[in-house]
């Protein structure tokens, strides 16, 4: 049941109708919601690029609701009404780019009109040049970590285990900086493996694990994963005290009608299992576009949460990113 990015792709190809067409059943805000969307939020996944400059050969094989620019007057207008800081999250791009790349988040980061607060660039871990790469972009005090995709065809099952990447993800560690592990369902044994290996390393887990949402519905869609599997990988990952998980993602996987019900007992899941602490949000704008606008993410994440304590919801939206970026306690818009 291993999944590609290319076949996680195909396999939101149908989400893709329901966010172009509105596919989410409405979600109709109480009054506590609406009080809500007043509320700061970090969000602590937001891709941007422009594809006139950038190059990305995971977009070749995806719906062409990705193949578009999106930049930050794109997101301004997606999360209008809001109030957001962002952590950048890295794009997969072409390694030749990944010092342009850096550069260009680092200097929106310097930028005090920008959203953006933070940065997770791209990275190779296992590369001979990884160490003076990341001390170079690292020295600007805006990056805050690392992420490699491990679920593209590059990085088969057991890539994060080999010795060189281990020594990467530990110089992570000693330089108090992240690793966001984006990998396959299937893999995360592979993770547990890895935080075991790196235990002063900080691990920020993206997605809920990549689950599919469909492997918790009932209906003849088949998922791409176990659902039972992903639990217990999932409970054995919240164990380790050096790992986070990122509500994020799922929404991508969601077929036309959901609702929050829908997406429920992945974000339940995980939110109980790693405790209140150990969590934060995040948009994955415009991936989250495969199944709905970013607003009916927030949306549909608010009315999930809506009955836990109001500590716990503040440490979700943006107490807890301000611990895990190293982002400053008195942020503001």
Known sequence: M???RREFLRHSVLATGAAVMG???TLSPTAGQAAEAQLLRIDTHQHLWDLSKQKMAWLTGAPAILKHNYRSEEYAAATAGRLMRT???????????LDAEAELVIGLCQNPKHPMVAAVIGG?????????YIKKHAASGHVKGVRQ?????PTPKGYCLQPEFVKGIQL????DLNFDLCMRPDDLPDALQLTEKCPDTRFVLDHCGNADVTAFAAGEVKP?????AWKRDIEALAKRPNVFCKISGIIATAKPGWTAATLAPVVNHCLDSFGPDRVVFGGDWPVCLLGAPLSDWISALTKIIETRPAADREKLWSGNAKLVYRLPENLKL
Do not use: C, N
């Open 2 to 4: 291993t999944q590609s």
């Open 23 to 25: 596919g989410a059943v």
């Open 87 to 97: 952590v950048y999250m890295e794009i997969d791009i072409e390694e030749p780019q």
């Open 124 to 132: 190779r871990p296992a590369s001979k040049d990884f160490e003076s």
């Open 149 to 153: 995709v491990l679920h593209g065809d």
């Open 172 to 175: 992570l560690g000693k330089m």
């Open 224 to 228: 791409v994963h176990d659902p039972v």
